[in-house]
C-alpha cells in the first residue's frame, strides 16, 4: 500500500523575546518552531539559513532593528517568509512603513499567543496572491466610488476590509457583532463600536449624495430608493457576493 505522504507544518521562527510567545509556538503543533533570537544580526542568519514560512519580528532588536533585518533577508525573494510584526511601539509611522515593506500584519503588544496564532492562521489560509488581493482591493473601491462612498472618511476603509473578509469567510456576515466588528477594530486599532458607527456614517454620506441609481445598476436591480438605505451588513454581503460571482 502506498503510503501517504504527511502534510509539512509551517515553519516559524520568532524574533522576540517574549517567553510566551516563544514557548507557546515551540509546543504548538500547527508550526514547526526553527528558532528564535533577539539579536537582528543572528536573525538575518538563521533566517537566510533556514528559510521559516513566518518571521514574527519585533522592531527593536539588538544589533539591527526589525526594519533593518527585512531589508537584509529580502536577498531569499520567492523564500521570503510571511512577516508578523509585533512592538510597544505603535506610532502609525511604524505601522505603515511595516505594511509597505510587505508585513502581512502590525501588532501593538501585548499580544496574545493565541491572538499572534489566529492572525498567522488567517494568513496562511488566504491563497490569494497579492496580484489578487490587489485586484479586489481595485474592484471594491471602484464600486465604493460609484455609490458615493469618500476615500478619505475612516467608514470607506472598515467597509472595504469587511467585503474583504465577507469575501474570504462568508459565514462571518452571520457574525457581524461577535467577530466582524472586533476582527476589523483590532486591524485598526479602535473598538468596535467606532467600526459600526464609522460605517454607518460612510453609508448614510453615500445616500445623501443622491448616487443610489449607480448602485442599483451595478448589482443589476432596483434594490433600494433614496429613502431606504442598507444595513452595514446587508450592504457588505451584497458587494461580497458580488465579489465572489465575478470572481
Not at 14 to 26: L, Q, R
Not at 158 to 163: K, T
Not at 178 to 191: D, G, M, N, Q, V
Request: charged content about 30%; hydrophobic content about 40%.
Amino acid at each position: 500500500m502506498e503510503k501517504v505522504k504527511e502534510k509539512r507544518l509551517p515553519k516559524i521562527y520568532i524574533a522576540d523575546n517574549s517567553e510566551d510567545i516563544v514557548n507557546y509556538f515551540k509546543q504548538n503543533e500547527n508550526f514547526e518552531f526553527v528558532g528564535t533570537s533577539c539579536d537582528g544580526t543572528k536573525v538575518v542568519e538563521e533566517v537566510v539559513e533556514l528559510k521559516p514560512d513566518i518571521l514574527v519580528l519585533e522592531v527593536m532588536l539588538a544589533g539591527l532593528d526589525g526594519f533593518a533585518v527585512l531589508d537584509k533577508i529580502k536577498v531569499l525573494k520567492e523564500n521570503m517568509p510571511k512577516l508578523f510584526f509585533v512592538s510597544n511601539l505603535s506610532h502609525s509611522g511604524f505601522v505603515t512603513k511595516a505594511i509597505q515593506s510587505g508585513a502581512s500584519y502590525f501588532m501593538v503588544k501585548p499580544v496574545s499567543p493565541e491572538n499572534l496564532e489566529n492572525r498567522i492562521l488567517e494568513v496562511l489560509n488566504n491563497g490569494r496572491s497579492q496580484n489578487e488581493n490587489k485586484q479586489l482591493d481595485e474592484k471594491i473601491s471602484n464600486i465604493f466610488i460609484s455609490i458615493g462612498i469618500p476615500a478619505h472618511i475612516k467608514g470607506y476603509q472598515f467597509l472595504r476590509e469587511a467585503v474583504k473578509l465577507a469575501v474570504e469567510e462568508p459565514e462571518i456576515i452571520g457574525s457581524i457583532t461577535k467577530k466582524l466588528y472586533p476582527t476589523i477594530a483590532e486591524r485598526f486599532e479602535t473598538s468596535s463600536s467606532k467600526v459600526e458607527r464609522g460605517m454607518r456614517h460612510a453609508i448614510e454620506v453615500a445616500w445623501n449624495r443622491g448616487k443610489i441609481e449607480n448602485i442599483n445598476n451595478i448589482f443589476g436591480l432596483k434594490i433600494y430608493n433614496r429613502n431606504e438605505k442598507p444595513t452595514n451588513g446587508e450592504l457588505i454581503a451584497l458587494i461580497a457576493d458580488k465579489m465572489i460571482m465575478d470572481g
